[in-house]
């Protein structure tokens, strides 16, 4: 059965994460993604350890499956002469340079829209397209810095914390970008207009303060690390160290809480979810209680109940986990050119098509002739493209 997306055709010039991450939602939804990227070696996630018998890191394995790579010299005037009619063909462009590096290279959205009206051309970016930072170079860590998201993370006391997974890039960069995409993408085929979409990871970031910002948007002080209900400060949502690893507690709602207390010998406290005065004592009780116990025979405790209370698995763990193992979140699958490889599932499914590996990520440049086919070229014409160093 066919994906959503089947038949949108995408021009993908970024790298590394943010981008990829986008476009790798749209191609597994089922657009047609094509890769474009330099002559020189390509997109850096490439070469990014670990490294596969393919001779390519398993990042762009999983960052790039079901696209298609052609390599360009976007330098040389006939490389852009082809990036343009590649635009002609695509309904969405997405890159992923600083701003002003698409206009020096005379691709911008302007000159890209004189050859397709209907384009949706989506810039992500660190800062956006404007502003005082819109040159300043950054990584995940700077844009949740700048957005105040480090400065709440972390323990009561204690320094900022680095988040485990890259929030900014693959968040704020990679699911706005799909999102904001699948916007302009509808517009454009309902009025024929395509438009520029500019996403900027610090402002995806600071879009995630919604609940973090309460007091402050009221007129109050900004949050301390650890001193917010959610962020640890309470012993109803915190994480707490069992007999062989952790247990991870979110019982918010007062009939979770009250179960949980009943469930670990405490019932004295279900009456006291609130009493901040008491937490203290309650989380050194929790505390000395969690440690009593593993994680498996805690889960015999809470399994069967209507609480929020769960182990803290590792990705080992987690692999094997029953309900990870039904939706097929980090499944072995056959790929193309791998085998038998672990990879990440598609965190969404669609009741009507389902979601597979249909390409392994390419190598670079290996659909160029194909591509370039399709544009109508000769095989002597990609020849004499090749020797010039316009394609490889």
Request: charged fraction near 25%; glycine fraction near 12%.
């Amino acid at each position: 059965m066919p994906l959503p997306l089947e038949g949108m055709r995408i021009l993908d010039l970024t790298r590394l994460l943010p981008g990829p991450f986008c476009t790798l939602l749209l191609s597994d939804m089922g657009a047609q993604v094509i890769k474009v990227e330099d002559t020189q070696g390509g997109d850096y996630v490439r070469w990014n350890p670990p490294i596969t018998d393919s001779g390519m890191s398993i990042h762009h394995h999983v960052l790039n499956r079901n696209k298609r790579s052609i390599a360009i010299d976007l330098k040389n005037k006939e490389g852009r002469e082809l990036l343009l009619e590649l635009a002609g063909w695509a309904e969405v462009l997405v890159e992923q340079f600083r701003p002003g590096v698409m206009e020096r290279l005379g691709l911008d959205f302007d000159t890209i829209r004189e050859v397709n009206p209907a384009i949706v051309y989506c810039s992500i970016t660190g800062y956006g397209q404007d502003g005082p930072y819109r040159d300043v170079a950054g990584h995940d860590a700077n844009y949740l810095g700048y957005a105040g998201v480090l400065g709440i993370n972390g323990p009561k006391g204690g320094p900022p914390m680095i988040c485990g997974v890259q929030i900014a890039d693959l968040g704020a960069g990679g699911m706005f970008g799909a999102l904001s995409i699948l916007a302009a993408y509808t517009y454009a085929k309902r009025t024929g207009e395509g438009q520029h979409v500019d996403v900027s990871m610090l402002d995806g970031s600071a879009s995630w303060l919604t609940i973090n910002t309460g007091d402050f948007l009221l007129g109050g002080p900004s949050p301390g690390r650890g001193e917010q209900m959610l962020h640890g400060a309470a012993p109803f949502y915190s994480i707490y160290e069992a007999a062989d690893g952790y247990m991870a507690v979110g019982a918010i709602e007062e009939k979770f809480w009250r179960r949980t207390c009943e469930l670990l010998g405490v019932p004295e406290y279900a009456d006291r979810q609130f009493s901040i005065e008491m937490y203290d004592e309650i989380f050194d009780r929790m505390r000395e209680t969690f440690k009593s116990r593993t994680r498996a025979e805690w889960m015999e405790v809470f399994g069967g109940e209507d609480t929020c209370v769960s182990p803290v698995l590792t990705l080992e763990e987690a692999a094997a986990d029953p309900q990870m193992v039904h939706r097929r979140m980090l499944p072995m699958v056959e790929d193309p050119k791998l085998g038998t490889v672990r990879t990440i599932g598609a965190p969404v499914k669609f009741s009507l098509g389902e979601w597979s590996i249909e390409r392994s990520a390419p190598s670079l440049g290996e659909h160029t002739d194909e591509i370039l086919l399709m544009l109508g070229c000769s095989p002597d014409d990609i020849e004499r493209l090749r020797a010039d160093g316009v394609i490889c």
